[in-house]
């Protein structure tokens, strides 16, 4: 092999980095984040005017979830198509055979894609880490209220949905209790402790269950089977409550991954729309044709 072969051998794979022009790679991205921004902003205010609280009033949640899947989708199509056209019209796209021009059109709209996609990350990840310190203080603050009445940190989730079960098991009863009964405040934190553990294992005890009807008794001066009632009643509602919550929680559960799915699905349309929208872009930059908006040239 002669000396001009072997450094044009060399010098073939640094040239071939050269043909990456990362100005219309960064113009495009920053583009395309822009417009995606701006877009799921508008998207996001029609979303919360259509919306309500109230039941029966506005659309339904899975209707919203359908229509925000829907627009997130678009505008990812959208708004990388813009962005790969903008870095296939500002590309110079000189030399090579036309084959090889494409390809690297192509390329450069795979790359806007692909930054966009990280600076989107780096967006979500701060307000990630916004919601997590939110959070966080949030829990603190539940924390200190768990401890000022006696209930553990870890225990508060768990008995927060117990609070008005037990208002109701010491609730009064029909006849009232004597001026001078001094039995200081019901252990709350103990009762709730031991409805969860029955929640937990399906059944109340016939020891905790007599504790319970001989607790209830002293508090409300009712009968042994009136107390026997309400605590029956107030292991039902516990239960209750706890399969609504677990519900609650099972749909959380399927949204949040159908919210994955949808998420993957719009980058990957997003990918495909950079790589035409770059086509398109450099075969008008070829053409030497003008970007045309409603019949007029714009741009802008």
Same mark, same amino acid.
């Given at each position: 092999?002669?000396?001009?072969?072997?450094?044009?051998?060399?010098?073939?794979?640094?040239?071939?980095?050269?043909?990456?022009?990362?100005?219309?790679?960064?113009?495009?991205?920053?583009?395309?984040?822009?417009?995606? *921004?701006?877009?799921?902003? *508008?998207?996001?205010?029609?979303?919360?005017?259509?919306?309500?609280?109230?039941?029966?009033?506005?659309?339904?949640?899975?209707?919203?979830? +359908?229509?925000?899947?829907?627009?997130?989708?678009?505008?990812?199509?959208?708004?990388?198509? #813009?962005?790969?056209?903008?870095?296939?019209?500002?590309?110079?796209?000189?030399?090579?055979?036309?084959?090889?021009?494409?390809?690297?059109?192509?390329?450069?709209?795979?790359?806007?894609?692909?930054?966009?996609?990280?600076?989107?990350?780096?967006?979500?990840?701060?307000? +990630?880490?916004?919601?997590?310190?939110?959070?966080?203080?949030?829990?603190?603050? $539940?924390? #200190?209220?768990?401890?000022?009445?006696?209930?553990?940190? !870890?225990?508060?989730?768990?008995?927060?949905?117990?609070?008005?079960?037990?208002?109701?098991?010491?609730?009064?009863?029909?006849?009232?209790?004597?001026?001078?009964?001094?039995? !200081?405040?019901?252990?709350?934190?103990?009762?709730?402790? $031991?409805?969860?553990?029955?929640?937990?294992?399906?059944?109340?005890?016939?020891?905790?269950?007599?504790?319970? $009807?001989?607790?209830?008794?002293?508090?409300?001066?009712?009968?042994?089977?009136?107390?026997?009632?309400?605590?029956?009643?107030?292991?039902?509602?516990?239960? #209750?409550?706890?399969?609504?919550?677990?519900?609650?929680?099972?749909?959380?559960?399927?949204?949040?991954?159908?919210?994955?799915?949808? #998420?993957?699905?719009?980058?990957?349309?997003?990918?495909?729309?950079?790589?035409?929208?770059?086509?398109?872009?450099?075969?008008?930059?070829?053409?030497?044709?003008?970007?045309?908006?409603?019949?007029?040239?714009?741009?802008?």
């Amino acid at each position: 092999m002669s000396l001009a072969s072997a450094e044009a051998a060399t010098a073939a794979p640094i040239n071939a980095l050269r043909h990456i022009e990362w100005a219309p790679v960064i113009a495009g991205a920053v583009a395309a984040a822009s417009i995606s *921004f701006v877009l799921l902003a *508008f998207g996001a205010a029609i979303g919360l005017s259509s919306t309500s609280a109230w039941p029966e009033r506005g659309l339904s949640i899975s209707l919203a979830f +359908i229509l925000l899947a829907l627009w997130v989708t678009v505008v990812q199509a959208g708004s990388f198509a #813009a962005g790969g056209y903008l870095a296939g019209r500002l590309r110079s796209g000189t030399g090579g055979a036309v084959v090889e021009r494409h390809f690297r059109d192509g390329a450069h709209g795979f790359l806007v894609w692909a930054l966009g996609v990280l600076l989107g990350a780096a967006l979500a990840g701060g307000a +990630i880490v916004g919601i997590t310190k939110s959070l966080v203080e949030g829990g603190a603050t $539940v924390a #200190a209220g768990a401890a000022a009445r006696g209930v553990q940190p !870890g225990e508060a989730t768990q008995t927060a949905a117990l609070d008005m079960s037990v208002d109701y098991l010491f609730r009064a009863g029909s006849e009232p209790l004597p001026a001078n009964a001094l039995l !200081g405040p019901p252990p709350r934190a103990e009762v709730m402790r $031991v409805i969860a553990a029955a929640v937990r294992d399906g059944s109340l005890s016939p020891r905790d269950r007599d504790y319970l $009807v001989e607790l209830v008794g002293q508090r409300t001066r009712m009968t042994p089977a009136e107390a026997q009632r309400r605590v029956e009643e107030t292991f039902v509602e516990a239960r #209750a409550a706890d399969a609504k919550l677990r519900a609650a929680a099972d749909r959380a559960r399927k949204l949040a991954a159908l919210a994955g799915f949808l #998420a993957a699905a719009g980058l990957a349309v997003g990918c495909v729309a950079a790589c035409a929208g770059a086509a398109i872009g450099a075969r008008h930059r070829e053409e030497g044709k003008a970007l045309r908006v409603f019949g007029r040239e714009r741009f802008w």
